[in-house]
């Protein structure tokens, strides 16, 4: 009979990539292959084609027919790509008229019924469409206003397979096409991070927290249950500035893929907050899964912050998985398929209790564990790790005169400094890959450019004679005393900078 030609559009870890969809119809014993490497569910797809089409009034005749995705060299996951087999199918059947489908990109899955359903990852598969300069997009209906939000691109909703044809034979005989109402979405507004403003007494919590925001610093809390390390925690995506539009593109694909999208007014603007068990699987916090390759926790949290609570409780692999993303900004999946990299440039926030049982700090005679307990506990959290973070506090339980204190400075308040410090950074590192003092590799802060001197530093050089301060740790003072110097406004660190930045990085009671 003939063959139909369309596209759609896959997706592997947080991209899309197009694909040509061939549909050939040809005399012979009924059948229907796909074929150009199409994973299980993608396979199947004929089973529903032939069903949604049937129950659509536009059988799919009996012939032998063949459909090939290509590229070829990667796998097609999913059913995603149904939309497009059909329409390709019911132009080499005669059904949908030819020349209207070629440059239109098809997604969506169908049902038995003929209804067309949604799928993951609209956002991706648009933005790859709309960079391949395709200008119409064929999405189902409950997709639309996700796969609006990406720009360039004309979005068509269809809810059933029988009204795209009646859509497509119209605008071949150019009568007016029938639009599709969009259902309402619900919306979930947006709820507005904590404030800073709640966190009582923590005078120390609160200047870390600030500091971290300012320099993008990872960040340790060591404190007994109840004292307020999670609420620390939570306030520090607040913050942080908002994500620029790459950012935000990148923050609303991985929700897209996740099928985490709430609020479709927009892009993602506020920088995530991913706050796994520490009972979660390998997958579950680097990425993985059948099918579909999902991002795990680590790239939820990209742009954003990653909080580990009981971070000693987490399985030693998974600790040991996170080095690499640390380092790199990037993790690497590797499945049998070939292997799959995710985005994950995140802050990391961890948070311990200074013993087993919890009491271990402050009043320690309330501390039952036994010293091999301890030890056993603090060893849990590796070295590699801790190297990387910058800032490690002591959070004690707040006192009662703290409680009936004034309230301390708002979110809105601090995060105004945070981004006056982060424009002096970027001032001060523009032209290098980094933008931020937490990423500044050490050797930069001790060359000449920005030495101290010998006067701004003696309390650091006394601590490394003394053999309490390692080089690296001399490193991660002189990134903080940065940052501390850029939220006061001072054009370098001063001695008392480095003082403080001394001070935050004192090992707490957990390695004692
Ligand atoms: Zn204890």
Redesign the pocket.
Known sequence: MGLGRTRSVGVRGVEGFLVEVESDVASGLPAFTVSGRADAACAQAPDRVRAAAANSQHPIPARRITVNLSPASVLKVGSGFDLAIVVATLVAAREIPTGVVEDVVHIGELGLDGSVRPVRGLVPMVVAAAKAGVRHVVVPVANAREARLVAGVQVHPVARLDELVARYRALAKRRPVLEVPEPDAALVPDRPPPDLADVVGQTEGRLAVEIAAAGAHHLYLVGPPGAGKSMLAERLPGLLPELDDQQAMEVTAISSILGTLTSFDGLCRRPPFVAPHHGASMPAIIGGGSGLVLPGAVTQAHHGVLFLDEAPEFRPGVMQALRQPIESGHVVVARAIGNVRFPCEFQLVLAA????????SGKAA????SPI??RRYSGRLSGPILDRIDIQVHVPAPSRAALLGEPGESTEVVRARVEAARGTQRERWSGRPYAVNGRVPGPVLRSEAFRLGSGRTADLDRAVDRGLLSLRGYDRCLRLAWTIADLAGRISPSRDDVGLALSLRHQPALAA
């Open positions: 209790n200074p013993c087993p049982c919890g009491m271990g309330a501390c039952s564990c307990q301890q």
